[in-house]
């Protein structure tokens, strides 16, 4: 196969998926691990992908496009790991709590497996398979029905529906973005209703956002700054946005990434 063959390939895999791994794509196509990576180098100077660690996805997404599940997951992984490991210590044996749709909360959803006597909370199908994978008879684990989303989300009037019951001790809400004038944003006006819904049922509500959510914005405002009880991020966060969210969440936590 040409190179020019390989990379229109390459092109229509990531349209389809939404994002591919570097590894996926040497097994497919039967080349190495250089090649691959400069077919993706060739794809993004002519603006057709972006290239993220171990991967790409497509470029440049408007403020109502929304990524697949997969494309998200490959983004930012040692900024996601670091920050579900300082929110897993908010987690107590006993807790009710909810997770929303989203790749950070979906790590975070397996680094709770062995919490005892959890009642988990989502309208995210990746979360629940997370729990059901290592399943423990003292857990419980509520999904919620639904219209499922690009980002494997679950929303609708039956999703609303079944939140709206319902109380938890804290919610860790996933974001597609921040920022001072919009708030906490996603592409999907669906999946904003239902998040209000869940920030509705939550005692305290628990921000997980990587750096790379500052300053971008979807089209649906979830929840202004100020109604974060507590906000999760990584040390990548540029002192400017530190200084603007400091000011507005009840609480900012900057992890440090190995």
Known sequence: MLAQQRQSAILELIRQRGGVRVSHLVSRFGVSDMTIRRDLEVLAERGLVDKVHGGA????????????????????????????ERAAGLVEPGMAIALSAGTTTAALAARLAD????????????VADALYQNPRADQTVVLTGGIRTPSDALTGPVAEAAIAALNVDLLFLGVHGMSPRTGFTTPNLLEAAVNRRLIGAARRLVVLADHTKWETIGIATIAPLEEADLLITDAGLPPDGRRQIGEQVGELIVVDVD
Not at 57 to 81: D, N, V, Y
Not at 115 to 126: H, Y
């Open 115 to 126: 919490v005892r006597g959890l009642t988990v909370v989502t309208n995210s199908i990746p």
């Open 57 to 84: 996805t497509l470029a440049g997404p408007g403020s109502a496009e929304e990524p697949g599940f997969a494309a998200k997951s490959i983004r930012q992984q040692a900024e996601k790991r670091a920050i579900v």
